[in-house]
């Protein structure tokens, strides 16, 4: 035996590599048959293989230019990544971008620029915008919700992403005021590290079903009395990746965990089907609404990715005849994309945000609505300038969740699908996740949230306003066509956004249903700090 070692140990390097390419060759020749280019061209045919898999990393790092790729592009994400490191996020020499492109947005800007009063809550912290409606007022709920920040965590669910990543999203919020939406997934306690959250389910009902998999009222009323971080309650009707398709968890996929937060059991597959059970029509869908919202007592929303208007059109005569119904209304786009889905739901279903907020805001104007709901834009929208048009065009909040994956560490790797996420946030691997530092991470969340608001704050400065909510139609503009070359919002989408009621940030500060209660008392105190410290000089002025 020794003696054949010594022989095999003689062997040359080389030798050993080029054995292994023998016996590689004659595997692609002889024994697979899956792959055609690798039995033409043994070996070699490989590296084809190798170059494809790559050929995303190597286009998005040294060949597409700055502004071209998708979803995000270079200047798109490098900007998330600095706003949330607190680093330098300007850019020198101009814009590089060609203005006159199609759909540019361009605010107009007031010739003298807003200027805050000396006790202003911008003073103290530049950041804060609340929502300028309150969730639940015009329904008279028993707990009426304001949010304390106009940007906040979208549906994304525990399952989907890493312990990790919700908790340090969570983590974030807490600091930043904002809300985080649980995603279909459940409530876990990833969720529950001081944020203020919004349960949203789906057709699986999960951590509100019975053991049929059908919605237990009591086990959602259960649900928000033991926690009372859920301030409001939204059912997906769709979702801007795959709007009317349902899908399913593998039991492969289905630990401990997850099962006990989702209700389900372990190791069995799970579906979850297209179409809700609890409700079947329009009618039935209002009911549920106001059954929810009758045993809870918070605010309770839809989410909706749009397409046809005809049930839509049924909601709003409903909601005007009976004057009830859903509290807020999350409006997704076809751009929307952190449900993996196949392209042909993702490239083609549903419309782009856009447009389908355009549609819905005119339906439910047409109804005199619009001062009843919170409209929540959700898609691609976690930009300042995009936030802007947005806020023009009639939201009221935004919902982010691409961006917010970046700031705590994404890298648009788009293997979300796979659970191989090198970043440990699309992932359940135990190993990838360690990469994430939850404390850090919440740290960065909390401040792309913070720049996000004070540069959209400084852009609605600009334009002569105090808070989004008073930007008008007429305050934005598109390029449409070489023919037309740009137009305002009201002129492109054919419709006016109505008046938002708004008294001033202090009375929003001052709102009794305001969210984010540890950052807010932040600001309250430090303002009341100033007060006194204003009101001492006043008393006491100084003798010289």
Known sequence: MESVLNILWGFPWWAWVLFFLVLVAIRDIFVQRAHTISHNFPVVGHLRYWLESIGPEMRQYFVANNREELPFNRIERGWIYASAKRENNYEGFGT????????HIFIKNQMLAYKNPTDHPNNIDPSFIPCAKVMGAYNNRR???????IINVSAMSFGSLSAAAVEAMNRGVMKSGAFHNTGEGGLSSYHKQGGDVVFHFGTG????RDKEGNFSMEKMRQLVEDNPCIKAIEIKLSQGAKPGKGGVLPGAKITPEIAEIRGVDLGVDVLSPATHSAFSNIPELMKFIEDIAENTGLPVGIKGAIGKLDQWEQLALIMAKTGKGPDFITIDGGEGGTGAAPPSFADHVSLPWTYGFSSLYKLFDKYNLTDRIVFIGSAKLGFPAKAAMAFAMGVDCINVAREAMMSIGCIQAQVCHTNRCPAGIATQSKWLQRG???????DRLAQYFK?????LIEITHAAGYEHPCQFTMDDAQVNVDDNDLNRALSATYVYNKNAVPFKGMQYLLDCPYLGGKDYVADIQKEQNTTKEVLNKTVLEPQKF
């Not at 590089?96 to 759909?103: E, F, T, V």
């Not at 009902?205 to 509100?208: N, Q």
């Open 205 to 208: 009902y999960f951590g509100v």
């Open 96 to 103: 590089d971008r060609d203005i006159y492109a199609h759909q």
């Open 143 to 149: 707990k009426p919700y304001r949010p304390a920040s």
């Open 451 to 455: 720049t996000f608001r004070k540069e």
């Open 436 to 442: 994430i530092d939850v404390p850090l991470k919440s």
